[in-house]
Nanobody, 124 residues
């Protein structure tokens, strides 16, 4: 089992920045990929960014390219999502997730463990 705890969400004005953190514990050595996802009210969950640990490949959704950066600190078992130039349409609950199966690392169906989510609200 892997436990994930997100932090860093909040309310920010359009154009502002936030950094989300995701602290992992448990059987972290079994994790093949890590990702950030979001879900806005009335919408389906969507992939924001993901890292494949085997070769450090990184995926970004088109709508965050150039604005968000995913990173991780192995020593701290923590993953981050730096979000810059935030827009009102970025408002959502953001989830971090970990996958322990060899699967498509940017697909939410490939993830086995999920955090509780953190709310990000961007005002116009």
């Amino acid at each position: 089992q892997v436990q994930l705890v997100e932090s860093g969400g909040g309310l920010v004005q359009a154009g502002g920045s936030l950094r989300l953190s995701c602290a992992a514990s448990g059987r972290t050595a079994s994790v093949f990929h890590l990702g950030w996802f979001r879900q806005a009210p009335g919408k389906e969950r969507e992939t924001v960014a993901a890292i494949r640990r085997t070769d450090e490949s990184i995926y970004y959704a088109d709508f965050v390219k150039g604005r968000f950066t995913i990173s991780r600190d192995n020593a701290k078992n923590t993953m981050y999502l730096q979000m810059n130039s935030l827009r009102p349409e970025d408002t959502a609950v953001y989830y971090c997730a970990a996958g322990s199966r060899l699967a498509t690392y940017y697909a939410s169906s490939s993830y086995d463990y999920w955090g509780q989510g953190t709310q990000v609200t961007v005002s116009s």
